[in-house]
């Protein structure tokens, strides 16, 4: 057997978050903003805007209007393309819809031109909700010149983030485009960077890109997206939503369907076929990969290509292979060295990666091999060729990605490697394994989101108290009405090993519980300390006039501690806000002003008020019973599970698809295309997105050990005496089976880094091949007998 030489580091996750990094996700900015502008009394959302035009009386969506095609005639087009008519009516009818078009289909459209006619009509904007940051700017500038728009995000300086506010209050523009989280972080109305409803013009309606991300069964789940519909129906009144996604199955699109709340069937307007029909697709098993390649870009499909995108998983692997393209197909073309090949990745400079993508934009590069965080958001139409190096990580990646291709309508060709040996299937399985977690840490958190309240006791005394003896039924009820609490996320980090995302899901698992078992909150921080400069008399000062403090110190004295010493506090305020019942933002502002506020002297009190700790931020339940406690556990762990299976078997599938079509060698479609194959496959893609499955994660158990070429048995020796091996050179430290495991895999985590284990290479990534769960089993038996 040929055991995976150990390389470094593996860089695979940070290309998987290569793509995240082009999203917003600067928490960090948010928590700030949650600090300026404290979140005062929420006022009642606004009325929703009445649509355009009523429904006919059976109910149905009106024929389309002459005011609508001149609108379309308007923004430069001369006719619709299919769905694009179908969506636009429905918006202006007030109805929620999702559409579903394989990327450059036309889905912008679906919400410029109800923007356009909504401000036709009156003042009002729309709200545009695109992750994509980075491109944000280039979206505004691509939109029909009589489209008037601004945008706001994290990257934006405050001033010039008021700037567009002050656009948007003063009705200059109908589109506003916003990252997720600028809608939802903290801040004025608790909706992120906007000004309250109220100061807004009204909405008339939202519409939410890449709207896959709100899907906990999507490829792409992100917990801020399910925030999203609450925070635009709660606090800004919305009621109609629009969804584009270019990647969802059907079972997706009926979870986001959910979400948007729409309930007719017709909601999901448009769902196009997964893969264009212009795409010309072909597939190839060789082991000579490099020669495979070289050999695939100078035959006649590749060779008199101009616009190609090369994607490999690794960033070393994109700057090695644009060397090797360099170098194999120097004078084949008469064109500058620089003109063959460059490689693109999220670890260039920005100048560096600005530069590839503007030389292959205006086509003074021909080739660009990138890792997946090139393309997203690419407005070129005319890109002819798209290869995978290395299989993609589901067919939702693999459709997104050609999609880039051939965008214009003319026919693009597009090519995979397969690697024979599933090298690429054991390299993608580690990071679906670098999610789960185990049972015992499910409890942890569990008991940390779910601590004991007194609800129960206090319930019982008032109703000894009063002699009541309540019905059976009432007995069993739930007394508790859920408190707020807050845990730190540094610490629940380090606590429980697992990524802040890991926790945010689990949390959102929670909150998507029938039972609705927490509610998520935007972070806050957490903690509060108060210094008094005059020492323990001021103190005493302030606890006259600040209730939060006067609450803190008695507290404190009835659990014995002697406050009378104390000239600083400490203390977590969102429990102490919980326990007075006071709205969290009225109780930071209070304890905030205690430092602006003077004495009659007319000198500042002299007190420091300082926030930390950026927490996670929820209601919950303080009653649960041991036993519910176990049923919550059971649900997550279970929850975990499914979707770590739903993932194999959708990378097991991928996999299987991708072989059944394949060829042993490129050599058989360098100059040809086999049609017959190439639309064998877009078969398998089509039945793959439109098959209804039950919830997605209610697969039936498949069997994963026939693409284990190597069985564990007979290599449960030499792995167990490495397990011990590596103990015994790190006896000072605690691991957990899963640990080890996920050393012995590659994968690091938040407390065995990948820069620390990654280094010794006689433990990491050594048994790639194998199962993690039977790894996991083989660690803990050995780390109990190390004991
Ligand atoms: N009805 C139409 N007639 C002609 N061209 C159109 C029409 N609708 C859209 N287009 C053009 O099609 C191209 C792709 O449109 P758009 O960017 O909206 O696609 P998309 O589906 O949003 O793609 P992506 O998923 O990549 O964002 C644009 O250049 C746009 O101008």
Same mark, same amino acid.
């Given at each position: 057997?040929?055991?995976?030489?150990?390389?470094?580091?593996?860089?695979?996750?940070?290309?998987?978050?290569?793509?995240?990094?082009?999203?917003?996700?600067?928490?960090?900015?948010?928590?700030?903003?949650?600090?300026?502008?404290?979140?005062?009394?929420?006022?009642?959302?606004?009325?929703?805007?009445?649509?355009?035009?009523?429904?006919?009386?059976?109910?149905?969506?009106?024929?389309?209007?002459?005011?609508?095609?001149?609108?379309?005639?308007?923004?430069?087009?001369?006719?619709?393309?299919?769905?694009?008519?179908?969506?636009?009516?429905r918006i202006l009818s007030g109805l929620s819809t999702l559409v579903v078009l394989s990327t450059g289909m036309g889905k912008s459209l679906c919400y410029q031109l109800p923007a356009y006619l909504y401000a036709q009509r009156s003042k009002c904007i729309t709200l545009v909700i695109s992750p994509l940051v980075s491109l944000?700017?280039?979206?505004?500038?691509?939109?029909?010149?009589?489209?008037?728009?601004?945008?706001?995000?994290?990257?934006?300086?405050?001033?010039?983030?008021?700037?567009?506010?002050?656009?948007?209050?003063?009705?200059?523009?109908?589109?506003?485009?916003?990252?997720?989280?600028?809608?939802?972080?903290?801040?004025?109305?608790?909706?992120?960077?906007?000004?309250?409803?109220?100061?807004?013009?009204?909405?008339?309606?939202?519409?939410?890109?890449?709207?896959?991300?709100?899907?906990?069964?999507?490829?792409?789940?992100?917990?801020?997206?399910?925030?999203?519909?609450?925070?635009?129906?709660?606090?800004?009144?919305?009621?109609?939503?629009?969804?584009?996604?270019?990647?969802?199955?059907?079972?997706?699109?009926?979870?986001?369907?959910?979400?948007?709340?729409?309930?007719?069937?017709?909601?999901?307007?448009?769902?196009?076929?997964?893969?264009?029909?212009?795409?010309?697709?072909?597939?190839?098993?060789?082991?000579?990969?490099?020669?495979?390649?070289?050999?695939?870009?100078?035959?006649?499909?590749?060779?008199?290509?101009?616009?190609?995108?090369?994607?490999?998983?690794?960033?070393?692997?994109?700057?090695?292979?644009?060397?090797?393209?360099?170098?194999?197909?120097?004078?084949?073309?008469?064109?500058?060295?620089?003109?063959?090949?460059?490689?693109?990745?999220?670890?260039?400079?920005?100048?560096?990666?600005?530069?590839?993508?503007?030389?292959?934009?205006?086509?003074?590069?021909?080739?660009?091999?990138?890792?997946?965080?090139?393309?997203?958001?690419?407005?070129?139409?005319?890109?002819?060729?798209?290869?995978?190096?290395?299989?993609?990580?589901?067919?939702?990646?693999?459709?997104?990605?050609?999609?880039?291709?051939?965008?214009?309508?003319?026919?693009?060709?597009?090519?995979?490697?397969?690697?024979?040996?599933?090298?690429?299937?054991?390299?993608?399985?580690?990071?679906?394994?670098?999610?789960?977690?185990?049972?015992?840490?499910?409890?942890?958190?569990?008991?940390?989101?779910?601590?004991?309240?007194?609800?129960?006791?206090?319930?019982?005394?008032?109703?000894?108290?009063?002699?009541?003896?309540?019905?059976?039924?009432?007995?069993?009820?739930?007394?508790c009405h859920t408190h707020e609490r807050a845990i730190p996320i540094q610490e629940t980090i380090e606590a429980l090993d697992i990524t802040e995302e890991g926790v945010e899901t689990l949390l959102c698992y929670l909150e998507l519980h029938p039972q609705r078992f927490v509610e998520l909150l935007h972070p806050t921080l957490?903690?509060?300390?108060?210094?008094?400069?005059?020492?323990?008399?001021?103190?005493?000062?302030?606890?006259?006039?600040?209730?939060?403090?006067?609450?803190?110190?008695?507290?404190?004295?009835?659990?014995?501690?002697?406050?009378?010493?104390?000239?600083?506090?400490?203390?977590?305020?969102?429990?102490?806000?919980?326990?007075?019942?006071?709205?969290?933002?009225?109780?930071?502002?209070?304890?905030?002003?205690?430092?602006?506020?003077?004495?009659?002297?007319?000198?500042?009190?002299?007190? %420091?008020?300082?926030?930390? !700790?950026?927490? $996670?931020?929820? +209601?919950?339940? /303080? #009653?649960?019973?041991?036993?519910?406690? *176990?049923?919550?556990?059971?649900?997550?762990?279970?929850?975990?599970?499914?979707?770590?299976?739903?993932?194999?078997?959708?990378?097991?599938?991928?996999?299987?698809?991708?072989?059944?079509?394949?060829?042993?060698?490129?050599?058989?479609?360098?100059?040809?295309?086999?049609?017959?194959?190439?639309?064998? %496959?877009?078969?398998?893609? !089509?039945?793959? $997105?439109?098959? +209804?499955?039950? /919830? #997605?994660?209610?697969?039936?158990?498949? *069997?994963?050990?026939?693409?284990?070429?190597?069985?564990?048995?007979?290599?449960?020796?030499?792995?167990?005496?490495?397990?011990?091996?590596?103990?015994?050179?790190?006896?000072?430290?605690?691991?957990?089976?899963?640990?080890?495991?996920?050393?012995?895999?590659?994968?690091?985590?938040?407390?065995?880094?990948?820069?620390?284990?990654?280094?010794?290479?006689?433990?990491? +990534?050594?048994?790639?091949?194998?199962?993690?769960?039977?790894?996991?089993?083989?660690?803990?038996?050995?780390?109990?007998?190390?004991?």
């Open positions: 057997m040929r055991l995976c030489v150990p390389v470094a580091a593996s860089t695979f996750k940070e290309e998987q978050n290569d793509q995240e990094k082009e999203v917003d996700s600067k928490r960090k900015d948010e928590v700030l903003l949650n600090v300026i502008r404290p979140d005062y009394e929420r006022p009642p959302p606004p009325p929703p805007m009445e649509p355009l035009y009523e429904l006919t009386e059976d109910g149905k969506v009106q024929e389309t209007h002459e005011d609508v095609y001149s609108a379309l005639r308007d923004l430069g087009y001369q006719s619709f393309r299919p769905g694009q008519e179908e969506a636009i009516m944000m700017d280039d979206q505004l500038s691509g939109l029909p010149a009589k489209l008037k728009a601004a945008c706001i995000h994290s990257n934006m300086t405050m001033k010039q983030r008021e700037a567009a506010i002050e656009k948007v209050k003063s009705g200059q523009v109908c589109l506003l485009l916003l990252s997720p989280e600028a809608l939802v972080g903290g801040g004025g109305s608790g909706s992120g960077c906007l000004p309250s409803a109220q100061e807004l013009p009204p909405v008339a309606f939202a519409c939410i890109d890449e709207a896959h991300c709100v899907s906990e069964w999507s490829h792409n789940f992100r917990p801020c997206y399910l925030r999203l519909c609450k925070v635009l129906r709660e606090r800004l009144g919305v009621r109609c939503l629009l969804g584009l996604t270019a990647t969802a199955t059907l079972s997706t699109a009926l979870d986001i369907a959910k979400h948007l709340e729409i309930s007719d069937q017709a909601g999901i307007a448009v769902r196009s076929a997964a893969v264009p029909p212009n795409l010309n697709l072909s597939v190839s098993t060789d082991r000579e990969k490099d020669q495979a390649l070289v050999s695939l870009l100078k035959g006649d499909r590749f060779g008199c290509l101009d616009s190609i995108i090369v994607y490999c998983t690794r960033r070393e692997e994109t700057v090695r292979v644009a060397a090797l393209l360099r170098t194999c197909l120097q004078g084949k073309i008469r064109k500058p060295l620089k003109w063959q090949a460059e490689s693109y990745h999220a670890g260039l400079s920005g100048s560096e990666r600005r530069r590839v993508q503007n030389n292959f934009m205006c086509g003074e590069l021909r080739i660009v091999v990138a890792t997946v965080a090139f393309g997203m958001g690419l407005d070129k139409s005319d890109v002819r060729g798209i290869i995978h190096y290395n299989m993609p990580k589901s067919f939702e990646s693999y459709v997104q990605e050609i999609g880039r291709a051939g965008r214009d309508g003319e026919p693009a060709h597009c090519h995979l490697f397969l690697d024979p040996e599933g090298g690429d299937l054991h390299e993608l399985r580690r990071h679906i394994y670098a999610d789960t977690v185990d049972y015992y840490t499910v409890k942890r958190l569990v008991q940390k989101v779910f601590p004991a309240c007194k609800c129960k006791q206090i319930h019982q005394k008032q109703q000894e108290l009063f002699k009541v003896t309540p019905p059976s039924s009432v007995c069993e009820e739930r007394v957490s903690v509060c300390k108060v210094s008094c400069y005059d020492g323990l008399r001021q103190l005493q000062k302030i606890t006259k006039i600040c209730p939060p403090i006067a609450v803190v110190l008695a507290r404190r004295r009835m659990a014995g501690e002697r406050v009378e010493q104390c000239d600083q506090l400490e203390f977590d305020v969102v429990e102490v806000a919980d326990t007075m019942g006071w709205q969290l933002p009225l109780v930071k502002r209070g304890l905030r002003q205690l430092q602006w506020s003077t004495d009659r002297g007319g000198n500042g009190l002299g007190v %420091l008020v300082e926030f930390s !700790s950026p927490s $996670f931020y929820f +209601r919950s339940y /303080g #009653d649960l019973s041991d036993e519910e406690i *176990d049923r919550v556990c059971q649900f997550l762990h279970k929850r975990v599970q499914d979707q770590e299976r739903t993932q194999l078997y959708q990378l097991t599938a991928c996999f299987k698809a991708f072989k059944s079509v394949a060829f042993c060698s490129v050599l058989s479609c360098v100059d040809d295309l086999d049609e017959s194959r190439s639309l064998q %496959l877009k078969s398998l893609l !089509s039945e793959y $997105f439109d098959k +209804r499955r039950d /919830g #997605d994660h209610a697969l039936k158990p498949f *069997d994963l050990e026939e693409l284990d070429k190597y069985k564990l048995l007979d290599w449960e020796d030499q792995i167990r005496a490495d397990i011990r091996s590596f103990l015994s050179n790190r006896s000072d430290e605690k691991f957990s089976g899963r640990a080890v495991a996920r050393i012995f895999h590659g994968i690091g985590s938040p407390c065995y880094p990948a820069q620390t284990y990654g280094k010794d290479r006689r433990y990491w +990534r050594k048994y790639i091949q194998f199962d993690f769960n039977q790894l996991i089993r083989l660690a803990t038996q050995e780390i109990i007998r190390f004991k």
